[in-house]
């Protein structure tokens, strides 16, 4: 069968799997060895050279289900973010990113790039202009991030291509958000797609991972940086990665229902102000993400009424609780303005759009019911103190 003519599900539980010959096991061996036999071989084998069997099955897990030639696994996501954008941009090369950009990998950027002599422009905004009016003579890359962080904004892929290909450039995607499950950006002629395996790939909160795919020709570049570099995976974790992924659709789909229903809830809420999910209706780029995603995600934003006290409402939470990360089976949640973007002013953080009162939620599998109820009882404990406050 083609991987195109399969579904995700099948994609995710089958492709790349290592036939056990010897035992005939149900799933692929882990093979541990960091020492191949080099004569009479059709690869020379090594972690570092990310061509493990345990790494290259993998690697072609991850290419199906980016629709991409060929893939490859890395030790996080920073690995995968950073080999891709040294692979393809050298001294005296401009790239263009978002300015609202995942902060490690805006202090990739910032921290960084001077030192490689790399020159770099953050965009205004997501429109084909606010690109378009920051692209050089010697821009290589073009960089996007969708949905963005915090406030789930959405680029429009099919225009970011063209206005790339027209001018001969590199585009590069960080798709970790959405995952393949939502969005595949290769149909949209996005080059590079980039994925923290440690969010929903992995999805249980216990493997730092990146992951690329791209036609065979730019993982070959990438390829051929990262070998010197060295940020390869173990193969315990690449193993267990792909146990995760097995599951990945089945996870991200639920998340996806979870999140719609518990936007519009929270959508209808007297204390909050606004909820940013690009499923509602009201989400300014509802339009874009519909055209192209298949889910919405299982993150969203909301910011409570500006008179209550949003650290209050987070510790009131019992079930759902406060984390960094993201994208478990488990409901996360977090403060922008006290984490991400603390370093920001505060003038910095309201032109971004971040209120303090804004929180991140990142929604598990849980049952709705029972996230809405401890949101319920979260909403209680602010409102009882905020009357009392006032003397009520
Ligand atoms: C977490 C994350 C990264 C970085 O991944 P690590 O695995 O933590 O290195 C990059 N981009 C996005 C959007 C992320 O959420």
């Given at each position: ?113 001077d ?5 770099y ?28 962080n915090p ?6 892929l ?38 923290s ?18 036609s ?6 990438i ?26 659709a ?65 510790k009131?939470?019992k ?21 991400s ?20 939620f ?27 406050a006032?003397?009520?």
């Amino acid at each position: 069968m083609k991987i195109k003519e399969i579904g995700i599900n099948t994609i995710c539980t089958h492709v790349g799997e290592i036939d056990d010959e010897q035992f005939k096991g149900a799933i692929s061996p882990l093979y541990m060895s960091t020492s191949y036999a080099y004569e009479d071989v059709e690869i020379k084998r090594y972690p570092r050279y990310f061509n493990t069997p345990n790494q290259e099955a993998l690697g072609k897990k991850i290419a199906a289900l980016e629709k991409c030639e060929a893939g490859l696994i890395f030790g996080s996501g920073m690995a995968a973010v950073s080999h891709s954008m040294l692979a393809f941009l050298h001294k005296g090369d401009h790239v263009v990113l978002p300015n609202t950009l995942y902060g490690g990998t805006y202090n990739f950027v910032v921290e960084e790039f001077d030192k490689f002599g790399i020159e770099y422009s953050f965009a205004e905004g997501f429109t084909e202009a606010d690109f378009t009016s920051v692209i050089k003579k010697n821009t290589k890359v073009l960089y996007v991030e969708t949905p963005s962080n915090p406030l789930m904004l959405i680029t429009d892929l099919e225009m970011v291509a063209r206005i790339a290909k027209e001018r001969g450039i590199i585009t590069m995607i960080d798709n970790t958000f959405a995952s393949p499950v939502n969005q595949n950006p290769a149909d949209y002629g996005m080059d590079i797609i980039i994925h923290s395996a440690t969010k929903y790939m992995g999805g249980h909160s216990d493997i730092c991972a990146g992951a690329v795919a791209a036609s065979e020709k730019h993982i070959m570049q990438i390829w051929n940086l990262a070998k010197n570099i060295g940020g390869s995976l173990s193969d315990y974790t690449v193993w267990l990665l792909e146990r995760s992924i097995k599951t990945m659709a089945l996870r991200v789909k639920a998340q996806n229902k979870n999140a719609m229903k518990l936007a519009k809830w929270l959508d209808k809420h007297a204390l909050v102000e606004r909820v940013y999910y690009p499923g509602l209706k009201s989400h300014p780029d509802h339009k874009i993400a519909k055209k192209q995603m298949r889910g919405y995600s299982g993150m969203l934003s909301f910011e409570l009424q500006p008179s209550l006290d949003a650290e209050v409402f987070m510790k009131s939470l019992k079930l759902i609780k406060q984390s960094m990360s993201l994208a478990g089976v488990e409901s996360t949640i977090l403060s922008p303005a006290k984490t991400s973007h603390a370093l920001l002013s505060l003038e910095e953080r309201k032109r971004q759009g971040i209120a303090e009162g804004l929180l991140r939620f990142s929604v598990g599998i849980e049952e709705k019911e029972d996230l809405i109820a401890d949101f319920e009882q979260a909403f209680e404990a602010i409102e009882t103190r905020e009357y009392s406050a006032e003397g009520f």
